[in-house]
């Protein structure tokens, strides 16, 4: 079945539970079931921020929570009675490259994500950023839905 787009995009914090400083994506620019475009400026108070600029690392914790945000608006997007149902969600990383060395502050980076494959509770992402459409990082995210399971009942 697949989900309609919703008419307004929800805001940011009932999609994922980042807050404060951890919060990195300022802006949700579009998302569906299988893909988000987010952006983000560089602030002083990110992680991995130096008076150089930021770590281009911090692109996977970008493409973390623009997947995120894709994966919140599949929730809110169910029947009210299925919402929160599914459990947490673990991420590995199975691929990072970046084709800059630092993120100066104030760079605004765009950040797209898309579900590659889904199987189960078991997805593949793929997420590209760029600074003014030069591509700076792509990253590819292994994800597994931590919600109920056949054996999750079973006591031992």
Not at 30 to 54: C, E, K, N
Not at 81 to 95: D, F, H, M, P, T
Request: charged residues 20%; hydrophobic residues 40%.
């Amino acid at each position: 079945m697949k989900m309609k787009a919703m008419k307004e995009t929800p805001p940011i914090e009932t999609l994922i539970p980042h807050r404060q400083r951890m919060r990195l994506i300022d802006t949700i620019v579009s998302v569906d079931q299988d893909h988000a475009v987010t952006r983000a400026t560089v602030s002083p108070d990110w992680p991995l921020m130096t008076a150089d600029g930021a770590n281009p690392i911090v692109l996977i914790e970008l493409a973390a929570q623009t997947a995120g945000v894709c994966l919140g608006w599949s929730e809110t997007a169910k029947p009210e009675e299925q919402r929160g149902q599914s459990g947490g969600w673990l991420v590995g990383i199975k691929r990072a490259h970046f084709s800059i060395d630092r993120l100066p502050g104030g760079t605004c980076i765009t950040i797209r994500s898309d579900t590659t494959m889904a199987v189960d509770q078991y997805k593949e992402i793929t997420a590209a950023a760029d600074v003014d459409g030069n591509p700076v990082g792509e990253v590819q995210l292994q994800v597994l839905q931590a919600g109920k399971t056949a054996f999750s009942s079973l006591s031992g």
